[in-house]
């Protein structure tokens, strides 16, 4: 049998130096945990613009439909600002996302003990936080049509239309409701019923959904209430799946609660493939950070997690995952900090690589 295959799309920015991390993981999980991967390597974002004048080359494009998953860095940085907005980096990122049919955006919110202080709120309303947001990622206001700026009378309107249809909401309902299976078995569904037709469709697809799931507690939540629900009481939520306009804005306000957007992974998933294993591709929230790239100052914990989501949704290891988050608990517990994570009050200032060198010696004392 041949081992599971994973594309890295390393990128821009601190891209590279958070991946080198993670590629001394993947490593050690095939020599300490016989878990061995296929790992090839290519091209996203400006760096493939730059060899190739594209922000993602059709060959690298194939190689993502092939492989079981898809590992991506960062993308962007100032450099190609004034470029087309067609070759921008982000283009490459959307590419992936809309032609692998990538259509729930797995966005977790979880707050480490050791790092709840860092949160605006209050600790014990962060204290302990485990938040999944389902993100619907290719419809929604974001690709309808028609779209655009246009002249109207002796002014121009700019047009974005939210369309959905029945079988994009299911489909996206279904992946959320096999999430809560797994977890806390409950489910917020947030959309906005009151003023908006594609909301009213929303709740009632997802009623019928989750009539395949009784043991799922449903309930339903304007997206503006839950907004403010999440600064207010944000442990009342375990799973939550909401579309692509409202799931980008809550997903960055549940990211901050936990403190710290550098520590946040993320999941984008599809349709099965024919070995049974989902689409995927698996990115760190936070982006390229052009400022301190180079310098060995960027955390790679959010990639690190985000390999740990491969573990568990790509390559059926939930144990494994959970050794490796469990590691990087550890290392945050016994103080080992990059620069974002510093304060005042105490910390070990660590270096990129540093914090790899822990995360390691975490991992083998697991053994």
């Known amino acids: 049998m041949s081992n599971p295959s994973l594309l ?10 958070v991946m080198d991390q993670v590629q001394r993981i993947i490593g050690w999980f095939g020599d300490k945990r016989g878990l061995k991967f296929d790992v090839s390597e290519d091209l996203v974002g ?7 004048g594209v922000p993602l080359h059709d060959d690298t494009m194939a190689k993502a439909q092939e492989v079981d998953a898809v590992l991506l860095g960062a993308v962007g940085g100032p450099k190609y600002d004034d470029l087309d907005f067609s070759v921008k980096p982000e283009r490459g990122l959307l590419r992936l996302r809309k032609e692998m049919d990538l259509f729930a955006n797995l966005r977790p919110a979880q707050c480490f003990d050791a790092l709840a202080d860092f949160s605006s709120l209050k600790t014990d309303i962060v204290s302990g936080l485990d938040i999944m947001i389902v993100r619907e990622l290719t419809s929604g206001v974001y690709f309808g049509e028609p779209r655009g700026i246009f002249e109207e009378g002796n002014e121009r309107v700019g047009i974005n239309t939210q369309r959905y249809t029945e079988s994009e909401i299911e489909r996206g309902a279904r992946a959320a409701f096999e999430l809560a299976m797994k977890r806390d078995k409950r489910l917020c569904s947030m959309e906005k019923a009151n003023v908006m037709e594609s909301g009213i469709l929303w709740r009632e697809v997802v009623n019928e959904v989750a009539k395949h799931y009784p043991e799922v507690e449903v309930s339903h939540m304007y997206a503006d209430n839950g907004a403010m629900q999440l600064v207010r009481a944000p ?7 909401t579309d692509n306009l409202f799931g980008d804005i809550l997903s ?3 990211a ?46 959010a990639c690190v997690l985000s390999f740990a989501m491969a573990l568990r949704y790509s390559f059926n290891e939930g144990a494994e ?6 590691a990087v608990e550890k290392v ?13 009050d105490g910390g070990t200032p660590v270096s990129t690589s540093e914090m790899g060198d822990a995360l390691l010696a975490a991992l083998d004392a697991s053994l």
């Not at 890295?8 to 130096?17: H, K, M, Q, T, V």
């Not at 400006?46 to 190739?52: E, R, S």
């Not at 950070?289 to 914990?301: L, T, V």
């Open 321 to 326: 995952a959970d050794r490796l988050e469990a």
């Open 256 to 301: 901050m609660l936990t403190g710290s957007l550098g520590m946040l992974p993320s999941a984008s998933l599809g349709a099965p493939m024919d070995n049974g294993r989902p689409k995927a591709l698996y990115e760190p929230v936070h982006g390229s950070a052009p400022d301190i790239a180079g310098e060995g100052k960027a955390n790679p914990c």
């Open 252 to 254: 960055d306000c549940a």
């Open 332 to 344: 945050l517990a016994d103080g080992v900090r990059t620069g974002d994570l510093m304060q005042a």
């Open 8 to 17: 890295i799309l390393a990128g821009d920015g601190i891209g590279p130096e």
């Open 235 to 241: 442990k009342q939520f375990d799973v939550i799946y």
């Open 46 to 52: 400006g760096a493939a613009y730059d060899k190739h």
